[in-house]
């Protein structure tokens, strides 16, 4: 529990950072002469940019914790690397979607949640193919060694 | 009992000559105790009964239910009293830790293998077998040097 706790304020730490790192540099690239904390359009629904601003971080740090306490599934190396593969993937999945969703990230319609989607189980399946690989290695030379003492 | 002490140029090495007239139990138990001082053994419980183990026939300790029990190469699980992290300073180089909950014998390892799913098995040359957590495979790796 104290592990998660100390790993949650990381996350919130880390997510406000690199939210609002994001969306400095996407109102630049917007040519907007203001900063957005994210689309212009999103922002809009607002009273003003303040408090914009303000829902965005608490979405950010939320965003920061489904990350860094997701990534405790990691040091369950006890389990299979299947089992932490997908423990992992759904805990980001139905973490950070209706998060990006809520964020104004992308629009809610069928396409963009498909694309979403796809591109999160590309990723984990090459997270997956990687610790296989990297495993697969750390057996092969120890039984290499193995048959090296006997 | 009266003992003496004679020095025999003679002998070999690491050679010790119990000079006696008569084989007698309580002999015998100076012969096993002599025995026992000379390779690394460990105190266990089976059936309530103490056994004293040479470490050369463990093949693993590992923790079930809050106790430690060791598995010897004759398939005899005995209890043993201390907790696996004084079992892991404690024990012979051949010994390692390969997850939470067991340290084995490298001797009788025959070979590690992985699974479809990404669990590391190892196959023992008795035929027992188990599961290694793979933070602790580096380790492994290192220590078969």
Known sequence: MKRISIQALIGIILGTFIGLILSLVFSYLNGAKNYYPSSPAWTAQFSGTLSATCISV?????????????????????????????VHLTISY??????AILSG????????????TGTFLVVYAIVFSINMLIAKNEVKSINRKLKNQS | ???????????????????????????????DFIRGQDEET??????????????????????????????TQDQKEL???????????????????????????????????????????????????????????KKVKERLQ
Not at chain 2, 5 to 24: A, E, M, P, Q, S
């Open chain 2, 42 to 71: 460990i105190i266990a419980n089976h059936n309530r009964r103490h056994y004293m183990i040479s470490l050369g026939t463990c093949i693993t300790f590992y923790t079930a239910k809050k106790k430690v029990y060791t598995l």
């Open chain 1, 58 to 86: 608490f979405i950010w740090s939320l965003i920061g914790i489904v990350f860094s306490v997701g990534a405790l599934v990691f040091t369950r190396t006890d389990w299979s690397i299947a089992k932490m593969t997908i």
């Open chain 2, 1 to 31: 009992m009266k003992i003496e002490v004679k020095i025999i140029h003679t002998l070999d090495d690491n050679t010790l000559l119990l000079g006696i007239n008569k084989r007698t139990t309580l002999i015998n138990k100076i012969i």
């Open chain 1, 105 to 116: 990230w992308f629009p809610l319609n069928i396409g963009q949640i498909i694309g979403f």
């Open chain 2, 79 to 137: 209890l043993v009293s201390k907790r696996l992290y004084e079992l892991e300073e404690t024990l012979p180089e051949a010994f390692i830790r390969i997850s939470n909950t067991e340290i084995i014998n490298l001797n009788f390892v025959k070979e590690f293998q992985i699974n479809k799913t990404g669990i590391i098995i190892i196959y023992f040359k008795n035929g027992y077998q188990t599961s290694s957590s793979r933070r602790y495979l």
């Open chain 1, 94 to 99: 139905f973490g950070f979607l209706p998060l």
